[in-house]
């Protein structure tokens, strides 16, 4: 039996260095995104980036126009500012493009955004939005460093400007392997933008707190709600526990 313990320990010891280095190859650390939805004002920014620069190729079904009411937007502003595709305010986020035509554009349909800060995180979006270089070795002349041969271009390169990745070798003299090449490069600009790299992150972090919005809406409600019912709960049950305490206690006192 403690033989078969020990070979048990020896076998899960061998299997540490293994775990932790397929841990390692995921890919690049990524920075915490700074996350608010109950800042209305950074989701109104993120939908307006949303609409503009997004909504051209990426469609978000499960999300109506009527919704952004919930941010602080009235109908007339949803109108006239954040309404490209259709006139009618409870219709959904849809793209006007079609999905064969997109598909033969970009060798393949860019994925609904209705969920993607669900399946991906808010740091993979963040990293993500922020992670695009320059690759002369790509179709569209763009990689990310956080989705490598990413198909998508960087439709954002005229606010954030271009950056390149720097590599650099092993210690056996030779280039890491892709993954860790990529993960173990840094970004350098090559050319400023419009905006600054602080006002840039800020831009991209308004739109990861949108598309984190969007992939459920009613969570603002919901944590609000489920508040309310904890202190009334409290509330509620305080006395009936202080009651129970001294009939219970009332005979030792």
């Known amino acids: ?7 048990l320990v020896a076998a899960v010891a061998l299997m540490v260095p293994a775990v932790g280095a397929f841990a390692s190859s995921e890919g690049p650390a990524l920075e915490k995104a700074p996350i608010n939805i109950q800042d209305t004002e950074s989701l109104q920014r993120g939908a307006q980036t ?11 079904s499960a999300m109506r126009y009527n919704r952004l009411a919930d941010i602080g937007l009235s109908e007339e502003q ?16 849809n793209v006007a493009m079609d999905k064969k035509d997109a598909k033969n554009w970009f060798g393949a349909t860019p ?16 990293g993500y939005l922020r992670g695009f270089y320059r690759d002369p070795s790509r179709p569209t002349g763009w990689n990310n460093l956080v989705f490598d041969k990413v ?28 993954l860790e090449l990529v993960k173990a490069g840094t970004l350098t600009k090559l050319e400023n933008g419009k905006a600054n790299t602080a006002e840039f992150d800020k831009r991209m ?8 919005y969007i992939g459920e809406p009613v969570q603002v409600k919901r944590h609000q709600v489920g508040y309310t019912v904890l202190l009334y709960l409290f509330l509620l049950l305080l006395p009936f526990a202080y009651f129970l305490k001294k009939e219970y206690w009332k005979d030792i006192h």
């Open 111 to 126: 994925p609904d955004l209705s969920v993607i800060a669900r399946s991906r995180g808010a740091d993979y979006l963040y």
């Open 78 to 93: 949803i109108k006239s500012n954040l309404m490209f595709a259709t006139d009618k305010i409870g219709e959904q986020m």
């Open 50 to 60: 949303f609409v503009n620069y997004c909504l051209s190729c990426h469609s978000a």
């Open 151 to 178: 198909g998508m271009p960087h439709i954002l390169w005229e606010w954030q400007g271009e950056q390149e990745l720097h590599t650099h070798k092993g210690a056996d003299g030779h280039e890491e392997h892709k």
């Open 1 to 7: 039996m403690n033989k078969t313990i020990r070979q």
């Open 205 to 212: 972090a308004d739109l990861t707190n949108f598309l984190v």
